[in-house]
């Protein structure tokens, strides 16, 4: 079992920065992929960026250039450091993990972060 709590979210006005966290129950160099996702009002979940253990990072085509996913073993944290934040970007903010074992992937997440950017 993981749990994972995020931290970080709030309301900004478009172009500033927010930096996201997800404090995880395990070391994160132990969790096979960590990633965040987003949820806006009316639309589906969406893969926003993911970094696997062995530090390949990939990014949704609209965040490329503008969020950057990090992780600190040391500590157990997930990062999403975003910035030149647009209105788009408004959206529940959830961190995952994935464990890949021999029989299947076990999935979990966090409770969600609202994150708010104004015009």
């Known amino acids: 079992q993981v749990q994972l709590v995020e931290s970080g979210g709030g309301l900004v006005q478009a172009g500033g920065s927010l930096r996201l966290s997800c404090a995880a129950s395990i070391s994160t160099f132990n969790i096979n992929v960590m990633a965040w996702y987003r949820q806006a009002p009316g639309k589906q979940r969406e893969l926003v960026a993911a970094?696997?253990?062995?530090?390949?990072?990939n990014y949704a085509d609209s965040v490329k250039g503008r969020f950057t996913i990090s992780r600190d073993g040391a500590k157990n944290t997930l990062y999403l450091q975003m910035n030149n934040l647009k209105p788009d970007d408004t959206a529940v903010y959830y961190c995952?993990?994935?464990?890949?074992?021999?029989?299947?992937?076990?999935?979990?997440w966090g409770q969600g972060t609202q994150v708010t950017v104004s015009s």
């Open positions: 970094i696997r253990a062995g530090g390949t990072t």
């Open positions: 995952n993990a994935i464990l890949e074992t021999v029989t299947r992937d076990l999935d979990y």
